[in-house]
């Protein structure tokens, strides 16, 4: 896919599936961060911490592999927006 040194251009499929996973994490980071509200324990809201602060940096690897990669197809000029806060 693609490297420190030079950008390749990702086939269609390589494309879906990277919004599959930018998807899946902003997915699990809404989630985490709504369950919180819903815990007393604190080794349990700790743990969750640390999952919301994994896929805050899952999804800012993402976006950085996404905006450094070229498309086979066009990219329409709509992208959603991770949720991060």
């Known amino acids: 896919m693609l490297n420190d040194k030079k950008t390749r251009t990702l086939a269609d ?45 899952a999804i800012t690897d993402l976006q950085r592999i996404y905006s450094e990669a070229k498309f086979a197809s066009e990219i329409p000029e709509f992208r959603p927006t991770p949720i991060l806060n």
Not at 19 to 46: I, Y
Not at 49 to 57: L, S, Y
């Open 13 to 57: 499929h390589e494309a879906l599936e990277l919004h599959e996973a930018l998807n899946f994490k902003t997915l699990c980071l809404a989630k985490s961060k709504l369950m919180q509200g819903l815990v007393f324990d604190q080794e349990l809201r700790a743990l969750m911490e640390k999952d919301v602060q994994m896929n805050i940096q």
